[in-house]
Every structure is written in structure tokens, then in C-alpha cells.
């Protein structure tokens, strides 16, 4: 692989930006980004989820165990986690709680600080993709879908 093939076919940027000027910075650099994508979840959902975070030390995938529910939001989402102990990602067992969430309450504190105006940022562009997230990784087709709707318009 060279480095002039890196993000030839496209990149995902996760956490950034989380400004409207780091925004702004990105719309610069070769034309910008082909879609903002905000996932929303309600942050008690959120909390949940990160309550029962595991991870595999070996590479790093993330999993959830539990099944989350949101009666009133009209959420499920069922765990997804290796029903036999071995990582999906690298077959690893070494797979330990990781959930944190005291942090996940402080990080949600600071960007609902600046979401609007980041989210209004994207939307005057037409680069936005706001969808509820209902069933966890069920939902990934249809959000990819989404995805490409946004670009191809």
C-alpha cells in the first residue's frame, strides 16, 4: 500500500469534528467532506450501553453484552458479543469489561454544548445525515444506505 492510496476510495472521521470552526477548517481542505453523519441515541441508552462494554486487549473490538431497552423511544438493541468468548475481529478470549461511564456522562455534557451549532453547520451545507439509532448494529444497512443517498444528491 502507498501513501497516495490512503482514503483513495473514502475515509470515515470519527469525533471530529466537534466545532463549527474545525468544521469550517475541514470544508477547506480538498472540498470538504461528502457527509456528516450524526447517530443519535438518548443518553441514558447511551449510559447503558457503555455500563456493559467489553473489549478484546488483543485488538481492540468493542462489544456490548447486555440487551438495551428503551420502551418509550422504541429501543431494543440486543447485545453483540461473541456468544463462544473468541473476538469476531482476531480470535482472541481476552476480552474484559471497558465500559466507562462517568466519562461517556462528561463527554455527552461537553458535546450537546456544541451540537447545534454544529449540526446546523452541516445542514446549511445539505451534508447531513441525522438518524435515531433504534437497533444497534440492525440499523448499520440502513444508515449506510442513508449514507449514500446523501452523496449521490
Not at 474545525?22 to 457527509?35: D, K, M, P, V, W
Not at 476480552?95 to 456544541?114: C, D, N, Q, R
Amino acid at each position: 500500500l502507498r501513501v497516495s492510496d490512503i482514503g483513495r476510495d473514502g475515509f470515515v472521521l470519527t469525533d471530529f469534528p466537534r466545532s463549527v470552526g474545525e468544521a469550517e477548517l475541514l470544508e477547506e481542505f480538498r472540498g470538504g467532506i461528502n457527509s456528516f453523519v450524526h447517530l443519535s441515541i438518548p443518553d441514558d441508552i447511551m449510559v447503558a450501553i457503555e455500563e456493559s462494554k467489553y473489549g478484546c486487549n488483543h485488538c481492540g473490538r468493542l462489544y456490548y453484552t447486555e440487551t438495551i431497552v428503551g420502551e418509550e423511544q422504541g429501543i431494543f438493541i440486543e447485545p453483540f458479543a461473541p456468544i463462544d468468548g473468541h473476538c469476531f475481529d482476531c480470535g482472541s478470549r481476552d476480552i474484559t469489561p471497558k465500559g466507562e461511564p462517568t466519562i461517556i456522562e462528561e463527554a455527552l455534557k461537553i458535546y450537546k454544548g456544541k451540537k447545534d451549532d454544529l449540526l446546523g453547520f452541516y445542514d446549511h451545507l445539505g451534508l447531513l445525515v441525522d438518524y435515531e439509532i433504534k437497533h444497534g448494529f440492525e440499523d448499520y444497512d440502513k444508515i449506510r444506505d442513508q449514507i449514500q443517498f446523501n452523496i449521490k444528491h
